[in-house]
Nanobody
Framework: QVQLTESGGGSVQTGESLRLSCAAS????????AGWYRQPPGKEREYVAF???????NYTTSVEGRFTISRDYAKNTVFLQMNSLEPEDTAVYYC???????????????WGQGIQVIVSS
């Protein structure tokens, strides 16, 4: 069973940076695509960023130019570098990885446990 472990959240001031990590456990054959989502306080979960197996990236408008999604193939880890953080970025952040656990297993979605990011003005 693949498990995802998120890390890197915390509490920062406006303008500061954080780097979130999402590591897939051993037994992950391939990460085919990955995304980050967030759920601000009192709101629905929303899309943040996405990266494909060919490293094509996409961002929601509000984070474009400030956030960067990337991946380390060897470590089966996906990152979200968040710069110039704003109070509106305060949320619980979730990674979502589309993983093939083995070469013969149909890929499926896996979600991280969520990690808190708080940005104070």
């Amino acid at each position: 069973q693949v498990q995802l472990t998120e890390s890197g959240g915390g509490s920062v001031q406006t303008g500061e940076s954080l780097r979130l990590s999402c590591a897939a456990s051993r037994g992950t054959h391939a990460i085919l695509a990955a995304g980050w989502y967030r759920q601000p306080p009192g709101k629905e979960r929303e899309y943040v960023a996405f990266i494909t197996s060919r490293d094509t990236r996409n961002y929601t408008t509000s984070v474009e130019g400030r956030f960067t999604i990337s991946r380390d193939y060897a470590k089966n880890t996906v990152f979200l570098q968040m710069n110039s953080l704003e109070p509106e970025d305060t949320a619980v952040y979730y990674c979502n990885l589309y993983i093939a656990a083995t070469p013969s297993t149909p890929p499926r979605d896996y979600w991280g446990q969520g990690i808190q990011v708080i940005v104070s003005s």
